[in-house]
């Protein structure tokens, strides 16, 4: 039995007062969603989610994010749109090319849930600013593409404990799971877990190797769906659990990641 059915885990979020009537209604779907509800919604509006990259994986994850009645969000990316970006950056459009992307995926979520908190981050992020650039996040989303970057994003969500929701996508493949270094529930898991300092090398850039449009929007929407599940406590998150995914053959599965450190602790004791 599905764990969302059997066992529910622990919110990650406190709910927020009672929802305006517009957005009771905008969010009906999710108020009949077992594991959600109207008490999950509220929930939802009471989150923060830090968004690391407003590109191909970053885009779908903020618009349902937005979507999903997530109370504030923050966008950080240094980047501005280019025509290049259109084939997949779907919070973009012909008319924002030139402008910065946190400026643009702002306007697309305002203008799907204005009831929605934006805040604005157009610097790179680096092991310097990480924590600040979190600041009052409740979880953090890593839709970067340089691993330099996806390493800083790491070390920061560990120092201050909060759920890393992380992907990646490259030609036609992908990857999604969920680090954290102090979880409510199970071990911890981070992504030295994943990738051992020293082994990971850094991806091909997607103009050198090309990356599936389409992709990209469905790894986008995994992420946003575990960030729901951390914010509502329902379901049961990636957390230890790499989902793989092959768009060439349509085939998806996962492999366990295990945690070093509670590893090396059963082997002491043992």
């Avoid at 459009?93 to 946190?102: A, E, F, L, S």
């Avoid at 970067?144 to 759920?163: H, I, N, Q, W, Y």
Wanted: aromatic share 2%; hydrophobic share 45%.
């Amino acid at each position: 039995m599905p764990r969302a059915y059997a066992e529910a885990m622990q919110p990650l979020v406190d709910p927020a007062p009672a929802l305006e009537p517009t957005e009771l209604v905008r969010t009906a779907r999710h108020a009949v969603l077992t594991g959600i509800g109207e008490e999950g919604q509220r929930r939802l509006s009471a989150a923060h989610v830090a968004v690391v990259g407003a590109g191909g994986v970053g885009s779908p994850v903020l618009l349902a994010l937005a979507a999903a009645g997530v109370g504030a969000i923050t966008v950080i990316d240094d980047d501005v749109v280019e025509l290049t970006n259109l084939q997949r950056q779907l919070a973009h459009r012909v008319d924002d090319i030139g402008t910065p992307k946190t400026d643009s995926a702002a306007r697309a979520i305002t203008a799907l849930a204005p009831q929605t908190t934006v805040t604005r981050i157009a610097e790179r992020l680096d092991a310097g600013n990480a924590d600040r650039l979190f600041t009052g996040a409740d979880l953090v989303v890593d839709t970067s593409d340089s691993f330099a970057t996806r390493r800083d994003v790491a070390a920061a969500t560990e120092s201050l404990g909060l759920p890393l929701v992380w992907g990646a996508v490259q030609e036609w493949h992908a990857q999604a799971t969920v680090f954290w270094s102090r979880p409510t529930e199970g071990d911890p898991v981070v992504l030295t877990d994943l990738f051992p300092l020293g082994t990971e090398g850094e991806p091909p850039s997607c103009a050198q190797v090309g990356v599936l449009g389409a992709l990209c929007v469905q790894v986008g929407g995994m992420l946003a769906g575990e960030a729901i599940k951390l914010i509502t406590g329902a379901g049961e998150p990636l957390l230890g659990r790499l989902a793989m995914i092959d768009a060439l053959t349509g085939r998806q599965h996962e492999i366990a990641i295990r945690s070093a450190a509670t590893a090396s602790a059963s082997a002491v004791s043992a």
